[in-house]
């Protein structure tokens, strides 16, 4: 059984800063491209940032300049560190990664519950 689970949401005024954190674990056998999405109230769910296993990372554009993804491949965790926090980035941020159970296995995503990031004026 695997697991994803986001932490590191809260309130903080805008300007300020957030790092979110995600560990994948249970019976992984390995981890491929993590992705950060976020869903605002009554918007659709959009790709934040994502890293790949070779360590190329894209963002969107919304975040870029603001936004750091990284990872820790033995701790199978990805970070994404905000700064410059603005009111629009209020949202409920998601964690995907994908994942394989074994070798021989494809491979599948695995999302989290969420954490709320919530920015004030």
């Known amino acids: 059984q695997v697991q994803v689970v986001e932490s590191g949401g809260g309130f903080v005024q805008a300007g300020g800063s957030l790092r979110l954190s995600c560990l994948a674990s249970?019976?992984?056998?390995?981890?491929?491209?993590m992705e950060w999405h976020r869903q605002a109230p009554g918007k659709s769910r959009e790709l934040v940032a994502g890293i790949r296993t070779s360590g190329s990372t894209n963002y969107a554009d919304s975040v870029k300049g603001r936004a750091t993804i990284s990872r820790d491949y033995a701790k199978n965790t990805v970070y994404l560190q905000m700064n410059d926090l603005k009111i629009e980035d209020t949202a409920v941020y998601y964690c995907?990664?994908?994942?394989?159970?074994?070798?021989?296995?494809?491979?599948?995503?695995?999302w989290g519950q969420g954490t709320q990031v919530t920015v004030s004026p």
């Open positions: 995907a990664s994908a994942i394989k159970l074994q070798a021989s296995r494809p491979w599948n995503v695995y």
């Open positions: 249970g019976s992984i056998f390995s981890v491929g491209a």
